[in-house]
């Protein structure tokens, strides 16, 4: 049998198997369709603060903050720790239970299945 030296490099988005019969699935595990939905719904809510301006705090500030994050979250390779992080501040700024605190939650589970 022979002895073989393995290096690697930059091994993010890359995936090896070794051995009979192994097999590897892998790639990028950034969720194109759940983008795709939470960008949607980013526009959504955007368009149910200026709705409903009487369940949010600063309404104005909130929406600009939905546009932020629609922004970044439209980039090629988006923050997500950044888009996370202004949802939750739009959350806070909204009356819990209310339609506006169900849009922000929609959108974090779709940000669940993003990932780089």
Known sequence: MGSYKIRT????DSVVAFGPKATAIGGSQYGETSAHDA??????LAELIAAHQDEATDAEYLQQSVIAAKEELAKKR????????????????????????DAVMKIQALLAHISF
């Open 9 to 12: 490099g930059h091994i993010k």
């Open 39 to 44: 960008l949607a719904e980013l526009g959504k």
């Open 78 to 101: 988006p923050d997500l720790s950044s888009v996370r992080g202004i949802l939750e501040r739009v959350a806070g700024g909204v009356v819990k239970g209310g339609v506006l605190a």
